[in-house]
Nanobody
Framework: QVQLVESGGGLVQAGGSLRLSCEGSGNIHSIQAMCWYRQAPGKRRDMVAGVTTSSNTYYAESVKGRFTISLDNTKNTVYLQMNSLKPEDTAVYYC??????????????????WGQGTQVTVSS
């Protein structure tokens, strides 16, 4: 089985910074991409940032210039450095990975896996 565990969330004042981490563990064969999503109360879950193993990155317009995503493939870990935080960044942040999982000595086609989420609260 594969697990994604997020950490680093918390309460911060507007203008502050947080660094989220998401570590994958278990029967991981290979990672294709890892992303961060967020979901505020009453709103849909939206992608915030993503990174592939070839270092291509994506950022939502609302976080460009403030957030930086990075991937340590040797540790199966993705990071999200969040600077200049705003109250509207308040949400539960979820880690997502597109990866192949070992099935015995074989592996499955790439599939989506999710973490349990970590709360980020930005006070004004």
């Amino acid at each position: 089985q594969v697990q994604l565990v997020e950490s680093g969330g918390g309460l911060v004042q507007a203008g502050g910074s947080l660094r989220l981490s998401c570590e994958g563990s278990g029967n991981i064969h290979s990672i294709q991409a890892m992303c961060w999503y967020r979901q505020a109360p009453g709103k849909r879950r939206d992608m915030v940032a993503g990174v592939t193993t070839s270092s291509n990155t994506y950022y939502a317009e609302s976080v460009k210039g403030r957030f930086t995503i990075s991937l340590d493939n040797t540790k199966n870990t993705v990071y999200l450095q969040m600077n200049s935080l705003k109250p509207e960044d308040t949400a539960v942040y979820y880690c997502n990975a597109e990866l192949r999982e070992y099935i015995g000595s074989d592996f499955n086609p790439p599939d989506d896996y999710w973490g349990q989420g970590t709360q980020v609260t930005v006070s004004s």
